[in-house]
């Protein structure tokens, strides 16, 4: 649980914007903070590899892309500490093993519930994937739009920025990119 010191240094912050901490509508908010801040972050507790449980049964014949797509993204940009948010596409072609499909939406929450950027958390999530299941392929694209670019800095609202990682026969045929693109798009 959190530390007499923890609750402070939320107190101090709420100080140092000009802000009374001990006014009636603010007297709880260190703790709703903190408790707040322990679930935006909680993939720092998590093990992607006990998420990534895959079996066999099931799985002797498929040879096609198994796709999620959008699955929600919730994360903060590690450089201003503002909420990130979009939707996550991920796909791969199985060799000999597949996961359950709640598995890909787990992996999304276990690194984006970390500070981040986009770019590295769509790469963790590909990374993950490919190390794990060893599949013939895989693909994750994520889009999100950035309270950082948003709300502050240069304001530009509704920008939406897209990465994509691509590993294996997903990135090595033309096709079956192509393929993964256009079921994601549908």
Do not use: W
Not at 162 to 181: I, M, Q
């Amino acid at each position: 649980m959190f530390q007499p010191e923890d609750l402070d240094v939320v107190r101090k912050l709420l100080a140092m914007i000009g802000e009374d901490p001990d006014r009636e509508g603010l007297k709880e908010t260190p703790l709703r903070f903190l408790k707040a801040f322990e679930e935006y972050t909680s993939g720092y507790r998590q093990n992607p590899e006990e998420i990534l449980k895959s079996f066999e049964d099931g799985a002797e014949s498929v040879d096609e892309m198994v796709i999620v797509r959008d699955i929600p993204v919730y994360s903060l940009c590690e450089h201003h500490l503002a909420p990130f948010f979009g939707k996550a596409h991920i796909g791969y072609v199985p060799d000999q093993r597949i996961l359950g499909l709640s598995k890909m939406s787990r992996l999304v929450e276990v690194y984006a519930r970390r500070l981040q950027v986009q770019e590295r958390l769509t790469n963790q999530i590909a990374d993950a994937l490919d190390t794990f299941l060893q599949p013939l392929g895989v693909a994750v694209v994520i889009e999100c739009r950035h309270m950082c670019m948003e709300s502050r800095g240069v304001r530009h609202v509704g920008a939406g920025t897209v990465t994509s990682a691509l590993r294996g026969s997903v990135k090595n045929n033309p096709d079956t990119r192509k393929e993964f693109l256009s079921l994601i798009r549908r």
